[in-house]
């Protein structure tokens, strides 16, 4: 497996990149997927100068290895919300934020939900609205791997 490693540097420019795309999108809410989505989540919600940024928490990775299923847990409530934007750092195979999206859509029938991430790759079964990079190899995001 060929791994690339994504520094500050790189999440800054892509975070300046992709802003001006969703501000035409104009969410009322943020929701980002702990872990990969916070750092991003954060620094759209600071970005859009919005307090609406909540957090969901799933677990589908255990390091580079998926697992089998996945737990969804902590759905915040979004009732009051029409628009709002899911975040992660990647759609990998897309399983999991399908899963949510559905999830939310299910919970929140008339709330519209859009998808953004940094990377995406062209065989995930849903693709984000708002991303910036395709992945070709894995990625070694600077906040998984700065501290170790």
């Not at 690339?4 to 501000?23: H, M, N, R, S, V």
């Not at 954060?42 to 859009?48: K, P, T, V």
């Not at 909540?54 to 089998?68: A, C, M, Q, W």
């Not at 902590?74 to 399983?95: H, M, Q, R």
């Amino acid at each position: 497996m060929i791994k690339q490693y994504y520094g500050y540097e790189a999440f800054l420019k892509d975070c300046k990149t992709i802003l001006p795309q969703i501000k035409k999108y104009n969410p009322d809410a943020i929701v980002a997927i702990a872990r990969g989505g916070l750092s991003f989540g954060h620094i759209l919600a600071q970005g859009l100068d919005t307090n609406n940024l909540f957090v969901i928490n799933s677990i589908h990775y255990d390091g580079t290895t998926k697992l089998d299923n996945f737990k969804i847990s902590n759905i915040p409530d979004l009732k009051g919300y029409k628009k709002v934007l899911i975040v992660d750092d990647i759609v990998d195979s897309g399983e999991t934020i399908a899963e949510i999206k559905k999830l939310l859509t299910k919970e929140y029938l008339y709330s519209e939900f859009k998808i953004a991430s940094l990377f995406y790759k062209k065989t995930a079964i849903i693709q984000p609205d708002f991303s910036v990079q395709e992945a070709q190899n894995w990625i070694e995001f600077f906040w998984e791997v700065d501290l170790k």
